[in-house]
């Protein structure tokens, strides 16, 4: 997945835990995302980040938060897991806003499967 | 603001026959077109992108695309489709210009390929 890491895959917590996922990537991009898929949904942008520190909210960025203290790693946390918050996670990355083709290609990496229950 | 529709949530084919999955969106500006496909238990792979040029455009494996402005519509075709094709397909837009980077999503068509 081209440099890319998500840990954990898999995971089954209960309500109000805390959750922490991470992407690793190893391709020193500037722009790194989490985007959470849904049935019927499609994908959905929770946060992104465009910079070491530099954060910002997505469409339904509700109930996360987001840490990227490094280039290589952008965390996504839930403070108080809930069942809505079942889903399965995506990072992505991308090189620059607008790439070298002039558009943003992503590239993403394998999943975090969460069940909340 | 931009959305994108993906009209059918499942398409199921036989085996060497021809399929298209339709792609609508609805922008404001000029965009950007892709289309991504998710193999089974793994992450989304860039399938083909519309960026500029001309308004057909292929992939290394058969697919192509084609960009109707009028229409508004990206739709993705192949006109032989092999068992190794099943997976869901996701199309995307992204706008030109502005400070936006992100890709605004359909909900998905899972081909489903028969033998």
């Known amino acids: 997945d081209a440099g890319i890491t998500q840990s954990p895959r898999h995971k089954v917590t209960e309500t109000g835990t805390p959750v922490t996922l991470r992407c690793h990537q190893t391709?020193?991009?500037?722009?790194m995302y989490w985007y959470r898929q849904d049935p019927g949904h499609g994908l959905r942008l929770i946060h992104y980040s465009y910079g070491v520190k530099d954060t910002d909210k997505g469409e339904v960025s509700d109930g996360y938060s987001v840490s990227r203290s490094k280039t290589e790693d952008f965390l996504l946390t839930l403070e108080s897991a809930t069942s809505s918050q079942t889903s399965v996670y995506f990072c992505?990355?991308?090189?620059?806003?607008?790439?070298?083709?002039?558009?943003?290609?992503?590239?993403f990496g394998a999943g975090s499967r969460l069940t909340v229950l | 603001a931009q959305s994108v529709t993906q009209l059918d949530s499942q398409v199921p084919v036989f085996e060497e026959a021809p399929v298209e999955l339709r792609c609508n969106y609805s922008s404001s500006v000029s965009v950007y077109l892709f289309w991504y496909v998710q193999y089974p238990n793994q992450g989304l792979q860039l399938l083909l992108k519309y960026l500029s040029g001309s308004t057909l455009v292929e992939s290394i494996n058969g697919f192509e695309a084609e960009f109707n402005k009028s229409q508004t519509s990206f739709h993705l075709r192949k006109p032989s489709v092999h068992i190794s094709d099943t997976a869901e397909y996701f199309c995307?837009?992204?706008?030109?210009?502005?400070?936006?980077?992100?890709?605004?999503f359909g909900t998905g068509t899972l081909l489903a390929v028969q033998p």
């Open positions: 992505a990355i991308s090189d620059s806003i607008r790439g070298a083709s002039g558009a943003n290609v992503l590239t």
């Open positions: 995307a837009v992204s706008p030109l210009g502005g400070a936006t980077n992100k890709l605004i």
């Open positions: 391709e020193n991009h500037r722009y």
